[in-house]
């Protein structure tokens, strides 16, 4: 499909394809990583990490193509209605079911969780409760909704051009800096992967990709790049690379992987969605992935108490079987994560078409907006 004609739809709100396919993907792949112990787990966080970046400047850019500004008011009201609600029940749960088994320290490992500083909790002390410990990442995207939509429309007053080199310049210093702290500062690797400072680039090249389709000689270059469908695999088997690379030599993984793992993911965003219409990608689009990244938000809230719920039920009947763990663990993390998405998230969603502007169109934004 010609670029252009790829475009145009989605630069007038229409719906984004392959988008709940690879949400889908990215929960099952840090799922995976937990229950058969594979090393796929960094690469599902990159793959939320590149598509949240992208989504909410995606959203950002139309909102402001149409106002010629954004309202911050509003973009923080439909955060707050998208991720709060089931964040804190879920966090909420936790600390019911942690009071009742007599955990302790509850409260000082939930309280960082509870201002979305987990991850440099995490990141900082020895202290570490596994059914919250994943919320790392949602802490470092919301420290993200933070300042992103100001540095947005700030920089979008001198034009589009300052606005990619800003943070095209703010993505080689986050990687000079997290190839410091890791080769010369010699900091742990809990903190180099957990905080905001080492991370927040995998989150950039996302925002850096909707900045670019915006510009004309940017877009010219992404249309050559992703004009073949075979980018999709080639990403696929560098990717491949990059996590075996990553377990190999921890120093490339922890310094240049992050920031060239982004950016293959960015790229294999754009592609699977200029293509999805393609037979080998079609799968992205079906009913099963469609449901299963619709619910990706509350999957990934619930995996942790998923996985812990199948296994002790399999140390009760005596069964030990990895296979029989990765099945039991979706199963009861996709239940939980439906019945919060119906009962709790979507009814409240219904409130977010009071903090949507009149020009744009409200039927797009459960569908992207992360």
């Not at 139309?62 to 911050?72: G, K, N, V, W």
């Not at 089931?86 to 000082?108: H, K, P, R, V, W």
């Not at 310049?169 to 809990?190: G, K, P, Q, Y």
């Not at 249309?223 to 377990?247: C, K």
Request: proline share 4%; hydrophobic share 50%.
């Amino acid at each position: 499909m010609p670029f252009n004609a790829f475009m145009n739809p989605l630069l007038k709100g229409g719906r984004l394809p392959a988008l709940d396919g690879l949400r889908a993907i990215a929960v099952l792949l840090v799922i995976l990583s937990h229950t058969l112990e594979i090393d796929t787990g960094r690469l599902g966080v990159n793959l939320f990490f590149a598509l949240s970046g992208f989504l909410i400047t995606w959203l950002l850019i139309l909102e402001h193509r149409s106002h010629d500004t954004i309202s911050l008011s509003a973009f923080a009201m439909r955060r707050v209605l998208r991720i709060f609600p089931a964040y804190y029940a879920y966090l909420l749960l936790i600390f019911c079911i942690e009071t009742l088994q007599g955990t302790s320290n509850l409260t000082a490992t939930i309280g960082p969780a509870l201002l979305y500083v987990q991850n440099y909790f995490v990141a900082l002390t020895p202290y570490d409760l596994p059914e919250i410990q994943h919320v790392w990442s949602l802490c470092v995207e919301e420290q993200f909704y933070l300042i992103w939509p100001v540095v947005f429309l700030l920089s979008m007053r001198s034009g589009i051009d300052r606005a990619i080199r800003l943070v095209v310049h703010t993505i080689i210093i986050v990687l000079l800096w997290r190839s410091f702290a890791w080769l010369v500062l010699d900091l742990e690797d809990r903190y180099i992967y957990r905080a905001f400072d080492t991370r927040i680039d995998s989150i950039l090249v996302g925002c850096l990709l909707a900045l670019m389709t915006m510009h004309e000689q940017w877009r010219q270059h992404l249309d050559r790049i992703t004009a073949s469908a075979m980018v999709v695999p080639a990403i696929a088997l560098t990717l491949s690379l990059s996590i075996y690379l990553t377990a190999t030599f921890p120093d490339y993984g922890y310094t240049l992987g992050f920031t060239l793992d982004g950016i293959l993911l960015a790229v294999g965003l754009l592609a699977c969605m200029r293509h999805s219409k393609r037979v080998y990608l079609g799968w992205l689009d079906s009913r099963p992935l469609i449901f299963i990244g619709a619910i990706s938000y509350p999957a990934y809230l619930y995996h942790e108490l998923g996985e812990s719920f199948a296994s002790k039920a399999m140390n009760l009947a005596g069964l030990s079987s990895m296979t029989l763990l990765t099945i039991t663990t979706l199963i009861v993390t996709f239940v939980l994560a439906y019945g919060s998405y119906r009962l709790l998230e979507q009814p409240i969603l219904q409130l977010r078409h009071r903090f949507t502007r009149p020009t744009q169109n409200p039927t797009v934004r459960p569908q992207t907006e992360s």
